[in-house]
Structures are given as C-alpha cells and as structure tokens.
Antibody, heavy 120, light 112 residues
Framework: DVQLLESGGGRVKPGESLRLSCAAS????????MNWVRQTPGKGLEWVSS????????FYRDSVRGRFTISRDDAKMSLYLQMDNVRAEDAAMYFC?????????????WGLGTVVTVSS | QSALTQPASVSGSLGQSITISCTGS?????????VSWYQKHPGKAPKLIIY???KRPSGVSDRFSGSKSGYTASLTISGLQAEDEADYYC????????????FGGGTKVTVL
C-alpha cells in the first residue's frame, strides 16, 4: 500500500525556518512527481509546490517563491520542503501528495499532514 | 490568480442526489480536461474521488460522478449516505503563469 508520512511541523516565529519531510513507501517514488499542498485553519486546500520525477523541474505558488525550497531524495524515498523566512500566513496543515500516473496534475495519494504554527 | 468558485455549502437528505459546481475560466476548467475532485473529512487525508473530469479511481464508489460543461465542472453524489458528509474540493490544471493548479474554495456537504 502507498504510504506518505509527513513530519517536521511545529511552532516557529515569523522570519524563522522549518524543514518538512515526507517519507514515502509502497510505490516507485522516483518515478512520480511529488507535491506539497496546505490547508489553512478554517480555509480550503491550497497548492504550495511541486517537483518533477528526477527533480529537474520545480514549481512554487507566488507567495512562497524565493522563501520555500522543494527537494527530493529518491534513494531515501523522501520529499522535503525547506521553509525560510516563514510568515504568519504560512500557518497551515501541510500535506504531501503523489501525482496520479496517467493523469496531469492530479494528486493521487496523500499523507495525514504535519502542522505548522507561526506565532511571535 | 483567483481560486475556482464553488458553493460554500450543499445539503441533501439520505438517498437523494446532490451536485456541486466548480466554475473557472478559459485558462483552466474550460480549456483542459484535467479537473479533479477531493473529499476531505476532518482530521483525515484528502481523498481523490474524480480525476480527468469524469474518471473514478479504483475503489471509489460509483455514486460519485463528474462532468464538465464550458467553464463549469460538476460533482454529483447520488444515493447520499451519512459518510458522504465532508468537504469537497475541485482542482484544475491551469495554463496561467507559473501556477501549477488551482483549487476551489471547497463545499461543505451536509446530509440531513
């Protein structure tokens, strides 16, 4: 079975950094594009960042570009999100999700998420 | 870029059918057949229930169906059951700028 397990969330102050991780198992991780999606308190889902299989292409939403860095380690079957200069509006539950084979920009399997709290 | 537009809430009685709309633009919903729908229960991971407008992943009930007409995609839940009470989000490929996808604002489905 496909499993995605996020970790690394916590409480940070504005301007600080945090690194989220997502450990994958049960599928050919290296062959899939991977994604981070967040859900802010009381609000909806919001796409954050994506990385292609092989890691050659990365994408970010405007509000995090230049502050967040997505990366992957296929040998460790892990996805990462380095969050620098965190802002109050980055507070959310962060989910990692794998792409669906055969489709385009469809998020197939999801983890349970890790919570990021931003407070001074 | 604005999110796709969904009604904030939809309700229906047990056994009824309901439809959730998702309105976008020529750069997303109307232009591409890459609309997906996700079910989200509190405290649980989002679940893919429809992709490529109308395809169902393996294991998803056939009570869920998707369609699209022009700028609006729709999710229909037939034979409404108590466990269908959840938030539902549409999502679409977009060709605008460096955006990857757009999500809708979500629709809370209440089973009466």
């Amino acid at each position: 079975d496909v499993q995605l397990l996020e970790s690394g969330g916590g409480r940070v102050k504005p301007g600080e950094s945090l690194r989220l991780s997502c450990a994958a198992s049960g599928f050919a991780f290296s062959s899939y594009n991977m994604n981070w999606v967040r859900q802010t308190p009381g609000k909806g889902l919001e796409w954050v960042s994506s990385i292609s299989s092989g890691g050659n292409y990365v994408f970010y939403r405007d509000s995090v570009r230049g502050r967040f860095t997505i990366s992957r380690d296929d040998a460790k079957m892990s996805l990462y999100l380095q969050m620098d200069n965190v802002r109050a509006e980055d507070a959310a539950m962060y989910f990692c999700a794998s792409d669906k084979a055969g489709s385009v920009r469809t998020f197939d399997s999801w983890g349970l998420g890790t919570v990021v709290t931003v407070s001074s | 870029q604005s999110a796709l537009t969904q009604p904030a809430s939809v309700s229906g009685s047990l056994g009824q059918s309901i439809t959730i709309s998702c309105t976008g633009s020529a750069s997303d919903v109307r232009g591409y057949n890459y609309v997906s729908w996700y079910q989200k229960h509190p405290g649980k991971a989002p679940k893919l229930i429809i992709y490529d407008v109308r395809k169902r992943p393996s294991g998803v009930s056939d009570r869920f169906s998707g369609s699209k007409s022009g700028y609006t995609a729709s999710l229909t839940i037939s034979g409404l059951q108590a466990e269908d009470e959840a938030d539902y989000y549409c999502c679409s490929y977009t060709s605008v700028g460096l955006f990857y996808v757009l999500f809708g604002g979500g629709t809370k489905v209440t089973v009466l």
